[in-house]
């Protein structure tokens, strides 16, 4: 079946990198745009990063530009998301998320499968 | 983008009819969609493009509008349907995408 798995979550330092993980199965990786979203504790969904299929095409939020990078392995069929200069505002839970629709710009930007999140905290 | 969506929160009952507003600072045409989010769960996709029922999803769910209104409805409310429902707005320039505040549909 269609899934997604985030892992590489934790406790980190301000200031400090984490590598997140999200290993697609069920579908053909190389064909989707993925996102990565995420939700601070009690808040709202925020929108982080996305990548077209081909891995050519790459947006950010304003809140990451800059310090988080999103990449794509197809012989992997994994998605990463590279965080540096890590801040308490980047505490969250991290989805990554399948496009199937909407596409613009190089990307589609429809989300209709997400994983079921990995936890990032980040405190001194 | 600064999508605001109302209300933030919402008491209905079984059988209810719920009605969930967004509405965008400009035209964005159709490019809106709705989720549903469970506590402790993924969201997940109910209507794109403002009216388009996602594949699988029951049809007492619904949504319409375009330009910078847009309205999303559960025409029978049933035990399962108390979440959180977030309105989203994909955008090219710039490239991204701006959710709703999110409204909290519980039980009366």
């Known amino acids: 079946q269609v899934q997604l798995v985030e892992s590489g979550g934790g406790v980190v330092q301000p200031g400090r990198s984490l590598r997140l993980s999200c290993a697609a199965s069920?579908?053909?990786?190389?064909?989707?745009?993925m996102h990565w979203v995420r939700q601070a504790p009690g808040k709202g969904l925020e929108w982080v990063a996305v990548?077209?299929?081909?891995?050519?095409?790459?947006y950010y939020a304003d809140s990451v530009k800059g310090r988080f990078t999103i990449s794509r392995d197809k012989s992997k069929n994994t998605l990463f998301l590279q965080m540096d200069s890590l801040a308490g505002e980047d505490t969250a839970v991290y989805y990554c998320?399948?496009?199937?629709?909407?596409?613009?710009?190089?990307?589609?930007?429809?989300?209709?499968?997400w994983g079921q999140g990995t936890t990032v905290i980040v405190s001194s | 983008i600064q999508m605001t969506q109302s209300p933030s929160s919402l008491s209905a009952s079984v059988g209810d009819r719920v009605t969930i507003t967004c509405q965008a600072p400009?035209?964005?045409?159709?490019?809106l969609n709705w989720y549903q989010q469970k506590a402790g769960e993924a969201p997940k996709l109910l209507v794109y493009?403002?009216?388009n029922l996602e594949v699988g999803v029951p049809s007492r769910f619904s949504g319409s509008g375009s330009g910078s209104e847009f309205t999303f409805t559960i025409t029978s409310v049933q035990p399962e349907d108390f979440a959180t429902y977030y309105c989203?707005?994909?955008?090219?320039?710039?490239?991204?995408?701006?959710f709703g505040q999110g409204t909290r549909l519980d039980l009366k």
């Open positions: 998320a399948r496009a199937s629709y909407g596409h613009y710009g190089g990307v589609a930007w429809i989300t209709d499968v």
């Open positions: 069920g579908f053909i990786f190389t064909s989707y745009s």
């Open positions: 990548i077209s299929d081909d891995g050519n095409y790459k």
């Open positions: 400009q035209d964005i045409g159709n490019f």
């Open positions: 493009d403002a009216s």
């Open positions: 989203q707005h994909y955008h090219y320039l710039p490239p991204g995408i701006s």
